[in-house]
Nanobody, 114 residues
């Protein structure tokens, strides 16, 4: 069982930045693919970015060039640096760990005002 705790969400003006963090429990973090997903009201949850255990990253087209995912295996933490935020980035952001199953965090709200 992996527990994930996200932090770093909040209210920011358009054009601003936020950094989300997700801390994972246990000793399997370095073997896990880690992802950030988001869900806006009335919409399906969607992939924002993912990083493999080897460090390969993928991004949704809507965030390429603005968001950066990274990981620190020594701290069991994955980050999502979000720059040039837009109102359409407003959503609950979830962290996901994929190692011997999929695990989700509780989510953190990001609100971008215009």
């Amino acid at each position: 069982q992996v527990q994930l705790v996200e932090s770093g969400g909040g209210l920011v003006q358009a054009g601003g930045s936020l950094r989300l963090s997700c801390v994972a429990s246990g000793s399997m973090f370095r073997f896990a693919a880690m992802g950030w997903y988001r869900q806006a009201p009335g919409k399906q949850r969607e992939l924002v970015a993912e990083i493999t255990r080897g460090g390969t990253t993928i991004y949704a087209d809507s965030v390429k060039g603005r968001f950066t995912i990274s990981r620190d295996n020594a701290k069991n933490t994955v980050y999502l640096q979000m720059n040039s935020l837009k109102p359409e980035d407003t959503a609950v952001y979830y962290c996901k760990s994929s190692v011997l199953g999929d695990y989700w965090g509780q989510g953190t709200q990001v609100t971008v005002s215009s």
